[in-house]
């Protein structure tokens, strides 16, 4: 099966692959942000897919989500792999270090949160948003390329576009949040309904706006994320080399129980519509 990367701000262009083709994707929930780029990687095959488009022409809260990872999920990927641009909640955690979060706050509130909208009713756990086997992998893999990398922490979702006001990011530095960013939702949640494994390295950007002289800016947003793009390629690359051949989890079976809906009352155009999801749950 495939390894899927999502590239998040900073990472438009795929890892050094071979062979590489470009493929067309179309879903149920529209087009991806971009064609899918598939090549190997010491034999392994990769599916990367850039999460705002190639000129980052989709903003976090406008960006294709649904048809992102269902276009993963169609091409067999059962692992997905993803960076993000974070603001630090932490003095300890400056800009230009990583981290691999292992929870997340939502307060986004504008952005279709669920692949089954229409004629099925699906409530997926979500205890543990981030696969538990790849934030370990991930955190592995850094040290493995003497990456300095954090394992977990707290990840606070924003809506966005706009960065945080002083207030919002004093109040998440006083729940314990760790970082701050704008993409992480709804795709964790997606790809657990999707049952993909998946996880992310957080590349730190700035300071948000808690501390003082700090004010973020989409210039040192842009500056810092592509000075974390190497050491984010290399840990991703490592972590794709090292990738166990069987998953060790249960993300694979995450919608087992979790159809709320009665299979037979399902019609045909969800049947279809959701095929590639639910396959034998219906």
Same mark, same amino acid.
């Given at each position: 099966m495939p390894i899927?990367?999502?590239?998040?701000?900073?990472?438009?262009?795929?890892l050094d692959?071979e062979?590489?083709?470009e493929?067309a994707v179309?879903?149920? /929930?529209g087009? *991806?942000a971009? #064609?899918v780029t !598939?090549?190997? +990687?010491?034999g392994t095959?990769i599916?990367f897919?850039?999460?705002h488009?190639r000129?980052?022409?989709?903003?976090?809260?406008?960006?294709?989500?649904r048809a992102?990872l269902?276009?993963?999920?169609s091409?067999?990927?059962?692992r997905v792999?993803?960076?993000?641009?974070?603001?630090?909640?932490?003095?300890d955690?400056?800009?230009?270090?990583l981290?691999?979060p292992?929870?997340?706050f939502d307060?986004?509130?504008d952005r279709?949160?669920?692949f089954?909208?229409?004629?099925v009713v699906?409530?997926?756990a /979500?205890g543990? *948003?981030?696969? #538990?086997?790849? !934030?370990e992998? +991930?955190t592995?893999?850094a040290?493995?390329?003497d990456?300095d990398?954090?394992?977990?922490g707290?990840y606070v979702?924003?809506?966005?576009?706009q960065?945080s006001?002083?207030?919002?990011s004093?109040f998440?530095?006083d729940?314990?949040?760790d970082?701050?960013?704008?993409?992480?939702?709804?795709?964790?949640?997606l790809a657990?309904?999707?049952?993909?494994?998946?996880?992310t390295v957080?590349?730190?950007?700035?300071?948000?706006?808690?501390?003082?002289g700090?004010?973020v800016?989409?210039e040192e947003?842009?500056e810092?994320?592509?000075?974390?793009?190497?050491n984010?390629?290399?840990?991703?690359?490592r972590?794709v080399?090292a990738?166990?051949e069987?998953?060790?989890?249960?993300?694979?079976?995450?919608?087992?129980?979790?159809?709320a809906?009665?299979?037979?009352?399902?019609?045909a155009?969800a049947r279809?519509?959701?095929?590639t999801?639910?396959?034998?749950y219906l």
């Amino acid at each position: 099966m495939p390894i899927g990367f999502v590239g998040g701000s900073g990472i438009y262009e795929a890892l050094d692959l071979e062979n590489e083709s470009e493929v067309a994707v179309s879903t149920p /929930f529209g087009d *991806p942000a971009a #064609p899918v780029t !598939v090549g190997a +990687l010491d034999g392994t095959e990769i599916a990367f897919l850039p999460r705002h488009g190639r000129d980052h022409e989709f903003s976090p809260t406008t960006t294709p989500y649904r048809a992102n990872l269902h276009a993963l999920k169609s091409l067999g990927c059962e692992r997905v792999l993803s960076s993000n641009a974070v603001g630090s909640l932490r003095e300890d955690l400056p800009p230009r270090t990583l981290l691999v979060p292992d929870q997340l706050f939502d307060r986004t509130r504008d952005r279709p949160y669920t692949f089954f909208d229409e004629g099925v009713v699906v409530h997926a756990a /979500f205890g543990q *948003p981030y696969c #538990p086997h790849m !934030v370990e992998h +991930l955190t592995a893999s850094a040290a493995g390329v003497d990456v300095d990398c954090e394992r977990g922490g707290t990840y606070v979702c924003i809506e966005g576009p706009q960065f945080s006001t002083v207030a919002e990011s004093e109040f998440y530095r006083d729940q314990g949040f760790d970082v701050v960013g704008m993409t992480a939702v709804p795709e964790a949640k997606l790809a657990r309904e999707a049952e993909l494994c998946y996880a992310t390295v957080a590349g730190v950007t700035d300071f948000d706006v808690w501390k003082e002289g700090a004010e973020v800016t989409q210039e040192e947003v842009v500056e810092n994320a592509l000075a974390n793009e190497t050491n984010i390629k290399e840990v991703v690359e490592r972590a794709v080399e090292a990738m166990p051949e069987q998953r060790e989890c249960d993300c694979g079976s995450a919608l087992d129980g979790a159809v709320a809906t009665d299979p037979g009352s399902v019609d045909a155009e969800a049947r279809e519509r959701y095929g590639t999801l639910l396959g034998d749950y219906l």
